[in-house]
């Protein structure tokens, strides 16, 4: 699969490469933006566009999900590129994006692919969803993480129904 640079391509969008301060679970990070001087200064809130991870009260998926997402953001020194699509944020403030490593390896489909969280999408933010939807059939097809025996039992979005936030 080719892919462009999307250190590049945040770039010429206007995006600033961001540090990962805080992974909160699989699909949800905090990142510090806004550099002056080299010095970050704001933070925020983002959550990976086209992906679901398990909540952290679904054991053992909930911790295995978020502990794959800080795996893969420590192997850049915790510096990613965020890349925004249609609608910026969601109905809690978050920020939306695609999270892109300095390797460029797309963070949101790598969960996918490597069974730590579900296809998910809400338009018009679906910039990549061919590809996440293949990572998800790549992973269900090889039997990772919670498509493999032991897997994810219910879907996060399913889980969320039956335990409401109060």
């Not at 945040?10 to 909160?24: D, F, H, L, P, S």
């Not at 498509?147 to 335990?163: A, D, F, T, V, Y």
């Amino acid at each position: 699969m080719i892919v462009t640079s999307p250190l590049a391509e945040t770039a010429e969008a206007g995006q600033k490469t961001c540090r990962v301060i805080r992974v909160y679970d699989g699909d949800t990070i905090a990142v510090q933006t806004g550099g002056f001087a080299g010095f970050f200064t704001k933070e925020e809130k983002v959550r990976l566009i086209g992906i679901d991870a398990p909540e952290m009260r679904q054991e053992p998926w909930g911790r295995r999900s978020k502990r794959r997402l800080k795996e893969l953001i420590s192997r850049t020194d915790s510096t990613v590129a965020l890349q925004s699509d249609v609608e910026p944020r969601d109905k809690y403030g978050r920020l939306l994006a695609y999270v892109w490593d300095k390797k460029g390896q797309l963070l949101n489909e790598k969960m996918i692919e490597d069974g730590y969280a579900l296809l998910y999408t809400f338009p018009p933010n679906v910039r990549y969803v061919e590809r996440l939807r293949q990572a998800e059939e790549r992973a269900r097809i090889a039997r990772k993480g919670i498509w493999g025996k032991g897997g994810l039992r219910k879907k996060p979005s399913q889980w969320r129904r039956e335990h409401p936030r109060r």
